[in-house]
């Protein structure tokens, strides 16, 4: 299709909210915040009180009066209608679910950008969206998707007898209309549908107000990524991204979204490509129908095998527990949190955050305690902690909008088969779970890929977890054994097979009498460790063997004083909780929507260039659809390393990012 010249188009993009992570920083997603702020367009009673035979124009008010028989979606009132390619002729018959196309579309507000933060940003958004289109399946959009305009803003009178023709359609426009904008984004005219004014209230006669665009062809959403410095990324240092949803379709499902990516993030000396994929599959998410706007709108398609078609609104899905938890109920996600967490507990719906709500309100997260390293938490960690979990695919599989493919969910090891109690608040201090810790001593993240300090943090209220340390914390990183706190005398190695040990491990010097034993405290080390079966390995430390290390026991090494902590259901269970090597992508990339070929480029040749992702460090972003979202980040104050306080195999922390 021919676009404008000023027009940049992104085929097979998508959105991005993003966030700077630090190691032990936080990152809040504010989507909440941004989507509070926007006014929702609902449709207005029919006219009740217009008399009934005279033809009339009743005046339109303000953004609460619409046409019947529309959906109107946050923020904007647009509908979306599709054209089917002649506009005639039988509906195409319903093809099965297929992987869903999402267009990127960079506006032409966007910033100038260098080569560089192009190429990241490009890459990153390749990435996320090929991961999405992997993962959801849609009814596919027939003909070009074209956005619809608001008749609260095009037009100033419309027909309000019931009984003429032209009911409800457009009588008089407003001649100060100029545009559709989706936050702050201009829509361009080529996207939106026409419209017609009708001067008469029975005749057919009607003249072109606005000409029917050309509409995107071969697209399901339509993602308006917008690279700027707004106010919002400057009033808080830590915000990524942010994003909201524009328009939906018929059956409720959101068709367009923007996402603002905050420029200073793709200029970071820290930029990690990886936590930018993350942050722009959260914020694709929200949008996509994780957002407490949509939830209420969820259908469920349970007695039908066609997504979308004879399905019926859910209704209200979000009920407070009995202790004031707001959650999700809708079936997949019940059943898949029953089975994460090993428990038949009918109450186990997918537990919302509270921090960020009002009492009784709801936010678009999980719950962190609960859910901790699930793409969806209000705060993703270090980007190699962060899954694409089972609840939360289930929870897109209950939106009734898409077909999920739930065999892709990644391992969301926190809190697995921990049973209903996990992560409460009245749990999380008793010891009870080796997930969570007290005090503030030095440990393991609980996938053991890196050394972690027990810390809480304002989602945790209190709840304790090891978080990944500052510095050096990978245990797989073979160069950060020189900066690993100078413990040659624990028997420390690192590299790829290392894996983080709870250990008090101290090297036995030959010529020291045993009374001379210095005890030393239990803390997180790297040690090689090699699998033997499920839940079953060994392990190497400096100058010895190959060890069984029974899970949930300890061990002692000859040459050493002082004890290993064999980790239970940590190790050797997760095929898929490896470190990351540079080749592999830790998501199940598969499908792939025409990432590089259909990117369709652009004006002056900027973006035109496609490369696949390359890999960059960065920080981690979240985001959220839907809604705009704006994550920020909160910076942990790190606290220190003294006392050790033990607790063998706790490991807390969990990351987002994807
Ligand atoms: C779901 O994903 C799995 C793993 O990638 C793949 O083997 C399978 O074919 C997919 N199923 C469908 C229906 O796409
Ligand atoms: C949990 O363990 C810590 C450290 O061993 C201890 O200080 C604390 O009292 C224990 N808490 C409970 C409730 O047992
Ligand atoms: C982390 O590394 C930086 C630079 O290498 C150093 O200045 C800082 O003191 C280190 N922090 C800790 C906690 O080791
Ligand atoms: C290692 O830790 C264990 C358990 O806390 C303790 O019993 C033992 O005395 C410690 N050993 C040394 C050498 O510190
Ligand atoms: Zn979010």
Known sequence: MVL????????GMLVVMLVVELPGALQKCIFDEVQAQVS????APIHPDSPPNRPRLRPLMGQHTNLRGRRWSPLHGLSVRQRSSLGQGAPPTPASPQPIRIHTWIPRESDNLSEAEKDRLKSAVEEAVRMVSSLLSVNRVVGPLLLSRDINKYCKF????????????CGRANNNYRNETCLDVTIPDDHLAGCDIYPQPDSPRRTVFRPEGAGLPDTDFLLYLHIQSTDKCRAEPSVLAYAVHCQTDTHGRPVAGVVVICRGRLTAATYEHQATVQTVIHELFHALGFSKDLFHTWRDCSSSSQVAAGCFPRGKVIHSDGSGQMRIYSPSVISALQKHLASPD??????????DAASGRVSSHWESRVLRGSIMAAVLGDWTTVRIDPVTLAALQDTGWYTVNLSRAQSLVWGDGEGATFGSLSTCRDNSSSFFCTGSGLGCHFLHLHKGECQTDPYLEGCGVFKPLKNASECWIEEN???????DQSGE???????CFFSNLTRQVPDQSQSLVVSSSVAGRCYRHRC????RYQIQVSGSEWVACPAGGTIQLKGYQGLVFCPDRRLCLYPDITPPSDDVSTFPVSYTSDPYETLTAAQDGTWSSLRPPTQITVATALCFTAAVCLLAALIVSYSKRGSCRIRIHTVPEAHSSL
């Not at 009918?346 to 921090?355: D, I, R």
């Not at 190695?493 to 894996?499: A, C, N, P, Y």
Request: overall charge neutral; hydrophobic content about 30%; proline content about 10%.
């Open 481 to 487: 054994t020189s900066q690993s706190a100078g413990d």
């Open 158 to 169: 419309l027909w309000s007898n019931s009984r003429t023709t032209n009911y409800n359609r």
């Open 493 to 499: 190695i690192l590299g790829f097979d290392s894996r």
């Open 40 to 43: 929702e367009v609902r449709p």
């Open 4 to 11: 404008p010249q000023s027009l940049r188009l992104w085929v």
């Open 532 to 535: 033997t079966g499920p839940n």
């Open 346 to 355: 009918p109450e186990l719906a997918g537990p919302l955050e509270n921090l």
